[in-house]
T-cell receptor
Framework: GAVVSQHPSRVICKSGTSVKIECRSLDFQATTMFWYRQFPKQSLMLMAT?????????EQGVEKDKFLINHASLTLSTLTVTSAHPEDSSFYIC??????????????FGSGTRLTVV | AQKITQTQPGMFVQEKEAVTLDCTYDTSDQSYGLFWYKQPSSGEMIFLIYQGSYDEQNATEGRYSLNFQKARKSANLVISASQLGDSAMYFCAMRGGGSYIPTFGRGTSLIVHP
């Protein structure tokens, strides 16, 4: 089945630094990737939708200058948290849609990244 | 607008028993898909089962079945013969025909007791 590899799984960084999270679709082409943020014991909050070769579409309230998303190829999307602060500490998870599957098919998720800003 | 409601924040079940996790939805789309995902403590989201709005039969995948009642707009997940490894968060999600962005419910925490 479709696999999405997300790295790193955990990262601790100092306040003010930037952190890059990668999501790769290993055996399919992901024309669309979604980036979510999840707080403890809460649901997934969609941050942005990225389409290969174009600018990401951010959800209302998500700072596009803080959460930089790049989807440079059909198999790779990156989320960079710039100038991270403790309030950015969270669980970030990506999801990809396989272009080959039907419109209402399932989405494949990465394994998530737990970011801690100290 | 689409909305997913999961009213059970937590559920407990005895090992080997069956359990039903509730999910109701609201949409104006005629064509939509409903999904269930499992999220263990490690964080990954595991796809369990899918039901299309035009599917006449309830979806089944091994021990998972989806009790789809279209008129009531409900898509409950039934897990038969619960196992200790089923302890996790379970999310119901839907995608309407007009958008490919899924909407997630708040989740239900399931704990399976030995």
């Amino acid at each position: 089945g479709a696999v999405v590899s997300q790295h790193p799984s955990r990262v601790i960084c100092k306040s003010g630094t930037s952190v890059k999270i990668e999501c790769r679709s290993l055996d399919f082409q992901a024309t669309t990737m979604f980036w979510y943020r999840q707080f403890p014991k809460q649901s997934l909050m969609l941050m942005a939708t990225s389409n290969e070769g174009s600018k990401a579409t951010y959800e209302q309230g998500v700072e596009k200058d803080k959460f930089l998303i790049n989807h440079a190829s059909l198999t790779l999307s990156t989320l960079t948290v710039t100038s991270a602060h403790p309030e950015d500490s969270s669980f970030y998870i990506c999801s990809a849609r396989d272009a080959r599957t039907g419109a209402l098919a399932g989405y494949t998720f990465g394994s998530g990244t737990r970011l801690t800003v100290v | 607008a689409q909305k997913i409601t999961q009213t059970q924040p937590g559920m407990f079940v005895q090992e080997k028993e069956a359990v039903t996790l509730d999910c109701t939805y609201d949409t104006s789309d005629q064509s939509y898909g409903l999904f269930w995902y499992k999220q263990p403590s490690s964080g990954e989201m595991i796809f369990l089962i899918y039901q299309g709005s035009y599917d006449e039969q309830n979806a089944t995948e091994g021990r998972y079945s989806l009790n789809f009642q279209k008129a009531r707009k409900s898509a409950n997940l039934v897990i038969s013969a619960s196992q200790l490894g089923d302890s996790a968060m379970y999310f119901c999600a839907m995608r309407g025909g007009g958008s490919y962005i899924p909407t997630f419910g708040r989740g239900t925490s399931l704990i399976v007791h030995p």
